[in-house]
């Protein structure tokens, strides 16, 4: 009798994991990606911003990407689960804000968030619902405050050229872990600054040490365009 208990229980406590406590990873960490607007549009040169006008100079969030160990990031990863506007409502106005869509169509932004959930955020979804992501970004861009650590150091918007060890190290002192630097050329030849990488863990709320960087080089001296 006290064998057939402990057997029951047993596999009670198995559904138990496998429908609620044991749901797999999909991914290692997160990348939170931030997009210098200045550089997209000087070599995009095909910038439209959002119906409320130019947004303010600041970087702009590209996304939060799940990646592998090896620096990789899955893609596309659950075509039954499509952006959804109502279920951000609440954070609509403050997406708006930071998170300004730059790539042609912009509109209201809509576009843009969609290819982020679809194309990077449902690969976290043993993790983060389309709400939680997109709090999880907002929350992320606040908490590492890029501009005004570049500012506090020194490193304005201002179309000047900035050593990338100056650039790395006045973000790494800021926010306490080492970023990833990625650059745009422009039409001239300049190595300009793009974007910025940071590492996430798993839960999408804590900043850590990146465990691979992606690849990708810019030069010694960098142009941080103006916007």
Same mark, same amino acid.
């Given at each position: 009798?006290?064998?057939?208990?402990?057997?029951?229980?047993?596999?009670?406590?198995?559904?138990?994991?496998?429908?609620?406590?044991?749901?797999?990873?999909?991914?290692?960490?997160?990348?939170?990606?931030?997009?210098?607007?200045?550089?997209?549009?000087?070599?995009?040169?095909?910038?439209?911003?959002?119906?409320?006008?130019?947004?303010?100079?600041?970087?702009?969030?590209?996304?939060?990407?799940?990646?592998?160990?090896?620096?990789? /990031?899955?893609?596309?990863?659950?075509?039954?689960?499509?952006?959804?506007?109502?279920?951000?409502?609440?954070?609509?106005?403050?997406?708006?804000?930071?998170?300004?869509?730059?790539?042609?169509?912009?509109?209201?932004?809509?576009?843009?968030?969609?290819?982020?959930?679809?194309?990077?955020?449902?690969?976290?979804?043993?993790?983060?619902?389309?709400?939680?992501?997109?709090?999880?970004?907002?929350?992320?861009?606040?908490?590492?405050?890029?501009?005004?650590?570049?500012?506090?150091?020194?490193?304005?918007?201002?179309?000047?050229? /900035?050593?990338?060890?100056?650039?790395?190290?006045?973000?790494?002192?800021?926010?306490?872990?080492?970023?990833?630097?990625?650059?745009?050329?422009?039409?001239?030849?300049?190595?300009?600054?793009?974007?910025? /990488?940071?590492?996430?863990?798993?839960?999408?709320?804590?900043?850590?040490?990146?465990?691979?960087?992606?690849?990708?080089?810019?030069?010694?001296?960098?142009?941080?365009?103006?916007?």
């Amino acid at each position: 009798m006290k064998a057939n208990r402990t057997a029951t229980l047993i596999k009670l406590l198995v559904l138990l994991c496998l429908s609620v406590l044991c749901v797999s990873q999909d991914f290692d960490f997160f990348y939170f990606v931030q997009q210098w607007p200045g550089s997209y549009c000087d070599t995009k040169q095909s910038c439209c911003y959002p119906t409320t006008g130019k947004p303010a100079a600041d970087f702009g969030i590209h996304g939060l990407w799940p990646n592998y160990q090896d620096g990789n /990031y899955p893609q596309n990863c659950d075509s039954k689960n499509p952006f959804n506007p109502d279920k951000v409502a609440d954070l609509r106005s403050s997406m708006q804000k930071n998170w300004p869509t730059l790539a042609c169509p912009s509109g209201n932004g809509v576009s843009f968030w969609t290819h982020e959930w679809e194309k990077h955020g449902t690969c976290s979804e043993s993790v983060l619902d389309q709400h939680g992501y997109f709090q999880a970004a907002l929350s992320l861009q606040k908490q590492a405050n890029l501009l005004q650590a570049l500012a506090s150091a020194g490193i304005n918007p201002d179309g000047g050229s /900035y050593s990338m060890s100056n650039i790395k190290r006045a973000i790494q002192e800021a926010v306490g872990f080492t970023p990833w630097i990625e650059c745009n050329t422009d039409a001239s030849g300049n190595s300009q600054l793009y974007q910025i /990488y940071l590492c996430v863990d798993t839960t999408g709320k804590n900043l850590i040490e990146c465990p691979v960087f992606p690849k990708g080089k810019c030069g010694s001296d960098i142009e941080f365009p103006s916007f």
